[in-house]
């Protein structure tokens, strides 16, 4: 039965390389998918355009595919990736100089469409918060980004013209995987209504939901209790690998002489990671019930997956969307024994003092005790008031929200004073000039149709 061998990449910006390498030399994949952006990585890159307008995308693909294209290219290895965010073009077009400068060739092909931004600024438009049902217009005139998750289709065109890397703006992460399977094992992908073509979807959507976050889908941020201490050498994890065959059955493993685990647990764990329905995962290309999924573990890195049940996707697709928000400035303040739970109390009062007399325009005042809250916040009880007068030293974290940047970039000035003249013992401030711009985001849905018919793949560069 013929099979395809696909590797994980990145499972966010920023992500280690080193394991994509080991999975190409060792591993025998065929097609690397790489996972640039996490929810909320488009209002990071909004705020790169802002200051350039030919930025927008992940910045790290340029030094990724320079050190693993030279390699990709030996073992034969195509490369696919959301890692043009707000500006696919500008991202193939910088990857396409710095490999010039290096004397490397490829056939980039760009993945376009997904904005849609000028839909939720109409003046008849209607795309209310898909969780509070709050209408558009509260925030229309401050959005500054809005772009639809697109299915595999495109890609799988992109692959089928000859495509050796495939840049894309926002797609629904699992695409990213599912179109190389579709592309080389010959599924049906547009209009799929038969119950088999539906299975191979959900089992290749399975698959990339596996693979999407790199080395958390073979043992990284394991979080079994008694059981992550057993994950083995995360100083040189493996990035999960899935072979794909034509029934859509897959053999989810590793490259060989790598850190980390494939097993059972670490399968399952991502498995149902940032799953709300498991008999309704819905994505652009089909919607996955997770309900008859077998996962046998064969031992030595290796896992079988089967059973995945799939419907026809709906009418629409997500859309997320970015407005600005105001600003924010943060201070950490620390204070040291004796007394110190006391001497926070103390400081944080004086400052809400502050803001109150000088009419501080601000809509919160956050504030947290890491060590002691932040991780968990209300769900993490602090101690007892005698416990707390215990403590050895207390951080304190004050966070200001205002709709005015002068009220944000003022807000360190309220604490240098009390260095001298307030409660003793401090520890010191760090962020007192730390402002920035706040993005809110916009989840919503639009009709697919208008959509997708604005999608284009623009094929770059010679092969090499």
Request: charged content about 20%; glycine content about 12%.
């Amino acid at each position: 039965m013929k099979t395809v061998r696909i590797g994980a990449g990145l499972g966010f910006y920023g992500d280690a390389w080193e394991p994509i390498a080991a999975s190409i030399e060792r591993g025998g994949v065929q097609f690397i998918a790489s996972d640039h952006l996490a929810e909320l990585t488009l209002a990071i890159l909004q705020k790169d355009r802002q200051r350039d307008p030919a930025l927008g995308y992940a910045r790290d693909v340029v030094p990724l595919l320079l050190r693993l294209w030279p390699l990709m290219q030996r073992h034969g290895v195509r490369f696919v990736c959301n890692a043009g965010g707000l500006n696919p073009q500008g991202a193939a077009q910088a990857v396409l100089a710095a490999f010039a400068a290096k004397g490397l060739k490829a056939r980039i092909a760009v993945v376009t469409g997904d904005d849609v931004l000028p839909r939720l600024q109409g003046d008849a438009a209607d795309f209310p918060h898909l969780f509070s049902g709050a209408p558009v217009q509260g925030v229309r005139e401050r959005l500054v980004f809005a772009n639809a998750y697109l299915g595999a289709a495109p890609i799988v065109q992109a692959l089928d013209a000859g495509a050796q890397i495939v840049i894309t703006g926002r797609v629904a992460d699992a695409a990213l995987f599912l179109a190389p399977a579709v592309h080389a094992l010959g599924w049906t992908l547009q209009g799929a209504t038969a119950a088999r073509d539906l299975d191979r979807l959900a089992q290749g959507l399975t698959v990339g939901h596996l693979l999407e976050c790199s080395g958390q889908g073979s043992g990284g941020n394991f979080g079994a209790q008694g059981h992550w201490q057993t994950i083995p050498d995360l100083a040189h994890i493996g990035y999960p690998i899935a072979e794909v065959a034509e029934d859509g059955s897959a053999l989810i493993t590793k490259a060989p002489g790598t850190g980390g685990r494939i097993n059972f647990d670490t399968v399952r764990q991502q498995l149902l990671y940032e799953v709300h329905d498991p008999h309704a995962y819905h994505s652009p290309d089909v919607v996955l019930d997770m309900g008859g999924i077998r996962l046998d573990d064969l031992g030595q890195d290796r896992v079988q997956l089967t059973g995945a049940r799939g419907r026809a996707p709906g009418e629409r697709l997500k859309v997320v969307a970015g407005y600005r928000d105001g600003y924010k400035a943060e201070v950490t303040w620390g204070f040291s024994w004796p007394d110190a739970w006391d001497k926070s109390q103390q400081a944080q009062a004086t400052i809400r003092t502050l803001l109150q007399e000088r009419r501080v325009p601000h809509d919160e005042l956050y504030v947290e005790h890491p060590g002691l809250n932040s991780a968990h916040g209300p769900l993490a009880p602090l101690p007892a008031a005698d416990a707390l007068n215990q403590l050895n030293e207390v951080w304190t974290r004050l966070v200001l929200r205002t709709p005015e940047k002068a009220a944000a970039e003022g807000f360190g000035r309220l604490f240098p004073w009390m260095g001298l003249s307030g409660p003793a013992y401090t520890c010191g401030f760090t962020g007192l000039h730390n402002v920035s711009e706040l993005l809110g985001i916009w989840p919503t849905l639009v009709d697919r149709g208008a959509v997708e018919a604005g999608v284009t793949v623009e094929l770059m560069g010679a092969p090499s």
